[in-house]
């Protein structure tokens, strides 16, 4: 069974200032993948960034990097020069496994407020 | 545009009626999922679809029920016999070129039950 953890249901950042999201995963598959999601308060699913078990460098999008520590089992987001408009709920979220068929597990979520 | 529909965007019923919720993509993606979401929680998942005529239970699939006779089709029942219906609902693709794929997600049906 995979598991997705997001311990901090609530963050504050200033705006321009950079903010880390954390997520912790558990799983006994050898190959998955990992993947972040904000949803507005619209409800939409906005795909960020991605990274699979077996990539030798972070994940890098734009403003949006992964920290990746394996060993740990973190997949933490960053989010460099925040914006107003970030606020939103961010998902950290995992498929696992030859067989899972791109089968997502989501974390509980965090609520990200930007202050101007 | 290539994207996700889900229509309606709110829908309401009685209490032991069925609703059909719709998702349409045009993306030519294989694989289709739907999930759950309830207030301040992560999504589960009720169905899942890699191929047309072909699906399977998710987590939660108990008072649902699915169908894909077509690729860009996969539209969501939910049944009288589901309990706590109440809900958004959210439908993604996924294409299938790659192991991990990311999903794309439609807007969402937010279906509420009296």
């Known amino acids: 069974a995979q598991k997705i953890t997001q311990t901090q249901p609530g963050m504050f950042v200033q705006e321009k200032e950079a903010v880390t999201l954390d997520c912790t995963y558990d799983?006994?598959?050898?190959?998955?993948?990992l993947f972040w999601y904000k949803q507005p308060s619209s409800g939409e699913m906005i795909f960020l960034i991605y990274q699979g078990s077996y990539d030798e460098q972070n994940a890098t999008e734009g403003r949006y990097s992964l920290n990746f520590q394996k060993a740990r089992k973190s997949a933490n987001l960053v989010i460099s020069a925040s914006q107003l408009g970030d606020s939103a709920m961010y998902f950290c979220a995992m498929a696992g496994g030859l067989t899972s068929y791109g089968k997502l597990t989501f974390g509980q979520g965090t609520i990200l407020t930007v202050h101007p | 545009d290539g994207g996700i529909t889900q229509s309606p965007k709110y829908l309401f019923r009685k209490e032991g009626q069925n609703v059909t919720l719709s998702c349409e993509q045009n993306?030519?993606?294989?694989?289709m999922y739907w999930y759950r979401q309830d207030p301040g929680q992560g999504l589960r998942l009720i169905y899942y679809?890699?191929?047309?005529?072909?699906?399977q239970k998710g987590d939660i699939a108990e008072g649902y029920s699915v169908s894909r006779e077509k690729k860009e089709s996969f539209p969501l029942t939910v049944t009288s016999a589901q309990k706590n219906p109440t809900a958004f609902y959210l439908c993604?693709?996924?294409?299938?070129?790659?192991?991990?794929?990311?999903?794309?997600f439609g807007p969402g049906t937010r279906l509420t039950v009296t």
């Open positions: 993306l030519n993606h294989d694989a």
């Open positions: 799983t006994s598959d050898q190959s998955y993948g």
């Open positions: 993604a693709s996924r294409g299938t070129s790659g192991r991990f794929n990311e999903q794309y």
């Open positions: 679809s890699q191929i047309v005529n072909d699906f």
